[in-house]
């Protein structure tokens, strides 16, 4: 007769407990064919009892606003927060728990830029600069982490993984992913 391994030891470890950071320009969140897709990439995480989704959200870029050429897309970076209200619905019909949104305008003071030799001083450009890009990127990071931290605090527990996901980003299948598989 083989040897069988008592129950208790086929226990499957817990499911990690999975905080999503959404954070940057909602440039196309609002498509249907963007939101929609997450589920390929959230699916992959964790199950939707085990993930919550944490939103920081940027509404426009005064330098693409000024450029006359893009004024006319809303896919670009106009969206309203009643644009957006559809999409978190949609993500929350969907199954998903959003945890916290924070929806803000770049109004707010960009990161200065660094002093540095390299940058294009033309003023030809309507585009922030690749520095300015990735500081601002990064303080999108940090509010977006900010709302996990203060998440963590009122409810006293930790996530096992934090992941990010920019606003923007149309998942087109699965990924062979599995958090916490040895």
């Known amino acids: 007769r083989p040897h069988r391994a008592p129950a208790a030891s086929l226990r499957l470890p817990p499911a990690p407990k999975v905080a999503v950071c959404v954070a940057g320009m909602a440039r196309t ?4 064919v963007v939101h929609s897709s997450w ?9 939707p009892d085990n993930r919550l989704l944490f939103m920081y959200l940027k509404l426009d870029d005064a330098k ?9 897309d809303k896919s670009i970076s106009h969206n309203s927060r ?11 019909d969907a199954g998903e728990t959003i945890a916290a949104v924070k929806i803000t305008s ?9 002093s540095c030799p390299l940058l294009a001083t033309d003023g030809k450009t309507p585009y922030t600069t690749t520095p300015q890009h990735l500081l601002a990127s990064l303080d ?4 977006c982490f900010a709302l996990i931290e ?5 409810h006293r527990m930790k996530f096992d993984v934090v992941a990010y996901q ?15 598989s040895s």
């Open 150 to 154: 203060d998440y963590e605090t009122q």
């Open 140 to 143: 999108s990071l940090e509010q």
């Open 39 to 47: 589920g390929n990439f959230l699916g992959s995480l964790a199950p």
């Open 82 to 92: 009643a644009e957006l209200e559809p999409a978190l619905q949609a993500l929350r």
């Open 29 to 32: 969140i609002h498509l249907p």
């Open 106 to 114: 770049t109004d707010r003071q960009h990161p200065a830029n660094p």
């Open 64 to 72: 693409v606003a000024a450029d006359k050429q893009h004024t006319h």
């Open 166 to 180: 920019r606003p923007d980003l149309t998942w087109v299948r699965s990924l062979p992913l599995t958090i916490g």
